[in-house]
């Protein structure tokens, strides 16, 4: 038998396999150096344009929504503009609750955040699969947690690649029963503008991958504040609270974030923020992300202040119903 197929195969995989290895130390170079705005290489960027055609005009979208506290403050970060936003608290005791959100079901571009899709992904398909990754990452978590933290392009579109391909991840996806409506997958790193997804898709990713048996697991491979990755120079207020990925795309106008955040006793705050704006500098929408991300962790931090204070206040008798108390007790 001709072992041509076979060496035709090795061939063509090689260097996929070995040449994203030589990127993930560049790219963690550049995320060390100069923060989350090495997300994606410019280079990669302009041409991901030229293949898409450029990116869609962006219309400002109305900041719509209930006027609670959270939802106030979430809007007060973002200010005007083109976003996407939705924050969940998933208590102790595993329940979840709304906190904020605005133009939640809107799709949008997700810039990389599209990674924790393919990360996820990829994830489920190594544990089914048992695939080894190359030297010098060996397994699936390693070579993920590269990818992840520095935001590697070429390591994410080989994970697709290899679990499967975008059609397969989509199914994957609407197969767990996550609102799938707003994802289009044109690629696993996020560098297309013709990716889609909309906020409360990627909160109900986060959800889903919080109440799993491989939370933590996962939750380590992602970028922190103050550790390296393109979490390094932002959030450092935070640094051990926020667990997240990052996106930005300077010529589509793209900066989004999403991930988990610590909330102490109150539980786990599941977040996704996406702004499209051409009209907003990305690095003022990353500022403008950050300081939507604590505001709303302030919020529930307060709110659970709040409510500890009103469990150890002594109960309030109205003077009428103490007065009728005291009758009954006293008379013979």
Same mark, same amino acid.
């Given at each position: ?5 076979l060496l035709l195969a090795a061939a063509l995989f090689t260097p996929c396999l070995f040449a994203p290895s030589a990127s993930a130390y560049d790219a963690a170079a ?6 989350e705005l090495c997300d994606e290489n410019d280079a990669e960027e302009a041409a991901a344009l030229a293949e898409d055609g450029g990116p869609e005009p962006v219309a ?5 929504? %209930? ?5 106030? #403050? ?13 924050? $969940? ?22 810039? %990389? ?13 190594? *544990? &089914? ?20 933290? !520095?935001?590697?392009?070429?390591m994410a579109n080989l994970i697709l690649r290899l679990s499967g391909g975008a059609a397969a991840m989509t199914r994957f996806y609407a197969g767990l029963g996550l ?5 289009? /997958? !044109? ?29 933590? &697991?996962? *939750?380590?491979?992602?970028? &922190? ?19 997240? *990925?990052?996106?930005?795309?300077? $010529?589509?106008? /793209? ?10 006793? #109150? ?18 929408? $990353? ?7 604590? #505001?709303?962790? &302030? ?7 709040? !409510?500890?204070? !009103? /469990? ?21």
């Open positions: 038998m001709s072992h041509r197929p550049c995320a060390e150096r100069e923060g400002p979208v109305r900041l719509a929504g %209930s006027e609670d506290r959270h939802e106030r #403050a979430l809007k007060q970060a973002l200010g005007g503009g083109n976003w996407g936003a939705e924050f $969940r608290l998933v208590a102790p005791d595993g329940r979840a609750r709304p906190l904020a959100q605005v133009n939640n079901e809107v799709a949008m571009i997700p810039a %990389s955040t599209m990674k924790l899709f393919t990360g996820w992904f990829g994830f489920i398909k190594e *544990k &089914e699969a048992r695939r080894r990754y190359p030297a010098p990452f060996r397994t699936f978590l390693a070579y993920a947690a590269t990818m992840i933290k !520095a935001s590697v392009n070429p609102p799938t409506e707003s994802l289009v /997958v !044109a690629d696993g790193a996020g560098l297309s503008a013709r990716n889609r997804a909309s906020a409360r898709l990627e909160v109900a990713l986060l959800e889903h991958i919080k109440r799993s048996e491989h939370y933590a &697991e996962f *939750k380590a491979l992602m970028a &922190e504040p103050g550790e390296a990755g393109t979490l390094r120079a932002r959030l450092g207020d935070l640094a051990g609270r926020v667990h997240a *990925k990052t996106g930005t795309l300077p $010529r589509t106008g /793209v900066a989004s974030l999403a991930g988990f955040v610590d909330a102490g006793e #109150a539980g786990v705050i599941v977040f996704s923020v996406i702004g499209n704006d051409r009209k907003i500098a990305v690095t003022a929408q $990353r500022a403008r992300i950050d300081a939507a991300v604590r #505001a709303v962790r &302030e919020g529930v931090l307060a709110e659970a202040a709040e !409510a500890a204070v !009103a /469990v150890r206040r002594p109960a309030q008798v109205s003077p009428d119903l103490a007065g009728r108390l005291t009758a009954m007790v006293t008379t013979p």
